[in-house]
């Protein structure tokens, strides 16, 4: 009688090349349709950026620091989790640093700081009202903010404000600070990760986050990097939210401090409600654990209110008058003369390629494999909530900046389906090839596009 071998789990590799075609294909059917350019100069849509190709003196600085980063992380994934998460934020500080700094210096760095239309315009009059002040008039005052503000809370200006005094008034200072705490994301991103999954896809999932192509181009030239690290705390406590009412209550206080920096958070509540549905699935109805994770939701949203009410009596920040003041000013701007039909088709390649192509394809192999297993988790949420989005028409493009917040879901899908979960390879041999598409993509982006950020 033959004996049968005992077969092993046969991993598909992941569809990198299929997703950057579908995603590249996107970008070349809107390049045929007149309404991506509509009140916008932008000839690469969906992204909201412009071929401009652009090589300075300091390439050559930016690349080795690429190299070393490429080197580096894959070798760090078994040390441990303080040293790896240090070392990760410290390179993709620097790389973005190098990169926005790669033709003209230190300059284009803190661009985004002297220009008229961001957020840095407001300080003075942050200054000159007082920050309690500032907050209290806030929806009076987003007429006469700049033009990149008026469709956020205060949060932004209030920060940079902070950030000033604390640094003297150093531009330099302040926007080397400023690109830290976008890439900082990277920590509650290995959270999310490590909750859903395991270390290996943690560490993977941090590796992925703070060298994807908009955290590293965004951290150095917007604020809505920052606006991300913000929402990645309020995710990392959301997907513990299940777990008891001291996290469901934490993750309700953080969602209502990423409110303060772009109503956009908002959606934290969709992913919520997915969270908690995957939750009950999985726990099933022994000892009323339905009810139990049912009732967290609610403690999370007493959380979002007493850390409203909080924000209101410590700061004197208003979020339900900001958001009616933001609302309107975000349907008067004009990227809303595009039509909505367009951005049915737009939104979602240009947030994924912004996300990193690599990142994308192993989203999409994730999704597939978990829905071939019946068990879909934290990557389904975040296509929900991608269909939510976009079929709200609320967001007409700009979402390669936009939905920065959404980010950190993709690197933690990405990372479980770079780490496996049957015996396969850990993320030291998987790692390097998606890290270098990711940096690559990210090294092209800034040579070859102006993102206008």
Request: hydrophobic share 55%.
């Amino acid at each position: 009688m033959t004996r049968r071998r005992a077969q092993t789990p046969v991993r598909r590799r992941p569809p990198y090349r299929a997703t950057a075609g579908v995603l590249l294909a996107a970008v070349a059917v809107s390049q045929a349709l007149p309404w991506a350019e509509r009140a916008f100069g932008s000839n690469v849509p969906p992204l909201f950026a412009k071929l401009d190709p652009a090589v300075g003196p300091w390439l050559p600085v930016a690349l080795a620091v690429a190299g070393v980063a490429w080197l580096v992380v894959p070798r760090l994934t078994g040390a441990s989790p303080v040293l790896f998460l240090t070392s990760v934020v410290v390179l993709a500080w620097a790389l973005a640093v190098a990169l926005a700094a790669q033709v003209h210096g230190m300059a284009d760095v803190t661009a985004p700081f002297r220009r008229p239309l961001d957020y840095a315009a407001n300080v003075p009059l942050v200054q000159s009202l007082g920050p309690r002040a500032f907050a209290e008039r806030f929806a009076d005052l987003v007429p006469q903010l700049s033009l990149h503000a008026r469709t956020h809370p205060p949060g932004g200006e209030l920060l940079l404000w902070a950030i000033s005094r604390a640094t003297g008034g150093s531009v330099t200072a302040a926007s080397l600070i400023v690109v830290a705490i976008g890439v900082a994301g990277t920590v509650p991103t290995y959270a999310i990760a490590r909750e859903v999954a395991d270390e290996r896809a943690a560490k993977a999932a941090a590796a992925l986050f703070a060298f994807a192509p908009g955290v590293v181009l965004y951290s150095a030239t917007s604020m809505d990097a920052v606006f991300m690290t913000a929402a990645a705390c309020a995710l990392a406590a959301l997907v513990r939210a299940p777990r008891s009412d001291c996290w469901a209550f934490a993750a309700g206080l953080l969602t209502a401090v990423a409110l303060c920096g772009t109503f956009g958070a908002l959606s934290l509540g969709l992913v919520g409600v997915g969270i908690g549905a995957v939750a009950i699935r999985d726990r099933g109805d022994a000892e009323g654990e339905r009810w139990r994770v049912a009732r967290r939701g609610l403690v999370t949203l007493a959380g979002v209110v007493a850390g409203a009410l909080a924000l209101r009596a410590a700061f004197g920040i208003d979020l339900p008058a900001a958001f009616r003041a933001n609302l309107a000013a975000h349907l008067h701007d004009p990227s809303r003369a595009r039509p909505y039909v367009y951005w049915l088709f737009a939104d979602v390649p240009a947030f994924l390629l912004t996300a990193g192509v690599a990142q994308a394809g192993l989203l999409v192999a994730t999704t597939r494999d978990r829905w071939r297993a019946g068990r879909p988790g934290l990557e389904t949420v975040l296509w929900g909530t991608l269909a939510v989005l976009t079929v709200s028409g609320l967001f007409r493009g700009e979402v390669d900046h936009i939905w920065l917040f959404l980010v950190p879901l993709v690197a933690a899908t990405a990372g479980a389906a770079l780490a496996g979960g049957d015996g396969a390879a850990p993320p030291r041999t998987a790692v390097p090839g998606p890290l270098g598409a990711s940096i690559g993509q990210a090294t092209l982006t800034q040579v070859l596009l102006s993102t206008y950020w």
